[in-house]
């Protein structure tokens, strides 16, 4: 069975609802006020938690204006690493405050650390979590350091080999985590349906031996909800307050009452999984009495000798299944019956 873990209380894991994450990345757009307006839209859907990432331009590369360094098609083509950056990171200083006001509400917080100053950052914070993004799973280094926090540690999986993903999650559990999730994700913004291959949920489960999430860049909740049914125990979407508003990550982020839906219905989709065997809700108690069962259709002397014309399989469900019909039928009755009765054995002769 796969070990569980907690984040400040709340219990992740196969057994227990989907912890919902809401991402916000770089939808502040840059505002203070923007991103703390964020963090209460996310509290007021219900999710669980708001996820920030936490670098600078220059701890993710270095501003150069080499062909290496300009990003070629997709959704941020002809960007420079180091403006894109620039641009979309969540300035050091906010931490502080967004850390606050998410603890005021309720509402978990953590964030992807991105170097070492990152993670120094958040420990001082008391971080309940920290997540690994999809491009730095490789980062064996920065896997350890967060790890080594002794919180549990989420890791996105895009583009990673198999071997890839097993090296990430020993260093993770040698450096000392708290718990280890992979999120099953597809680095592509926005991710196809048709892309989204949700079936890796239970490989990686079964191979690694971890809880298992879906960090979802499709569009819509269709995934998450089937992620749901899989067995994913976290999903994470990229969140703004309006995809009009644009933004490096808007185009493929929920607005709140995307979220709120996203919350519920993952809930639902969590709560009709139940449970594995043959064990009936009780539920359904009330609704037996419309089964089919047999009834006497005239009224009959005792000693009459039963046949077809005297016996029905109809609703409602209180007299004797419908399976003893054969047997019933050339037997005496013990005692006389009405129309309507229920079939009873008690009215059958030895």
Known sequence: MTAVF????????????????AELSANHNGSLERAKDSIRAAAAAGAHAVKLQTYTADTMTIDCDRDDFVIKGGLWDGYKLYDLYAEAHTPFEWHGELFALARSLGI???SSPFDESAVDLLRGLDAPA???????????PLVACAAA???????STGMASEAEI???VKTARDAGAGGVLLFHC????P???????????VSLR???????????HTMGNVAAIAATALGAAAIEKHFTLSRADKGPDSSFSLEPDELRRLVADTADAWAALGRAGFERPSSEDASKAFRRSLYFVADLPAGTVLDSSHIRRIRPGFGLSPKHLDELLGRKLSKPVKRGEAVRWDAISV
Do not use: C, W
Not at 130 to 140: Q, V
Not at 149 to 155: E, H, S
Not at 191 to 197: G, S, V
Not at 206 to 211: P, T
């Open 149 to 155: 926090t002794g919180k549990p540690l989420l890791m």
């Open 6 to 21: 907690s984040i400040n209380g709340r219990t992740i894991g196969p057994g227990h609802p989907p912890y919902v994450i």
């Open 108 to 110: 978990d917080i953590f």
């Open 186 to 189: 597809i680095s592509q913004y």
């Open 130 to 140: 920290y997540k690994i993004a999809s491009f730095e799973l490789t980062d064996l």
């Open 206 to 216: 079964e191979h690694f031996d971890v809880v298992v999430g879906l960090s979802d």
């Open 166 to 168: 097993a090296e990430a």
């Open 191 to 201: 991710a196809p349906m048709e892309a989204a291959n949700l079936s890796k949920i």
